[in-house]
Nanobody, 126 residues
């Protein structure tokens, strides 16, 4: 029932910023979280951030803390990921997905999420 579409990726220089959007339906009335994950070529999909639909819990991976900010706009059924101070190691395809009710380190893993979008490419390079 949930359909998610990522957008906002692109090519930026190190230190630049991007704002990713995850637009969808079917999660605003549920007690589920929306998570952001990323996957670089040859690497496993890793968690980036998470925000709940019905609670205030927010999660950031250590690699993005202080640089990324997750938020949501309930009127647009959209979750955003503001990415600042981007580094080359942030280069990946970024996905959003639906997960469990709370965003805890032990729950923000790809295996616990579903209804993945198609992803949006983020490339950080000079």
């Amino acid at each position: 029932q949930v359909q998610l579409v990522e957008s906002g990726g692109g090519l930026v220089q190190p230190g630049g910023s991007l704002r990713l959007s995850c637009a969808g339906s079917g999660f605003t009335s549920d007690y589920h979280a929306i998570g952001w994950f990323r996957q670089a070529p040859g690497k496993e999909r890793e968690e980036v951030s998470c925000i709940t639909s019905a609670y205030d819990t927010i999660y950031y991976s250590d690699s993005v803390k202080g640089r990324f900010t997750i938020s949501r706009d309930n009127t647009k059924n959209t979750v955003y990921l503001q990415m600042n101070s981007l580094k080359p190691e942030d280069t990946a395809v970024y996905y959003c997905a639906v997960g469990p009710p709370l965003c805890f380190p032990g729950t923000v893993v790809a295996e616990n999420f579903n209804s993945w979008g198609q992803g949006t490419q983020v490339t950080v390079s000079s």
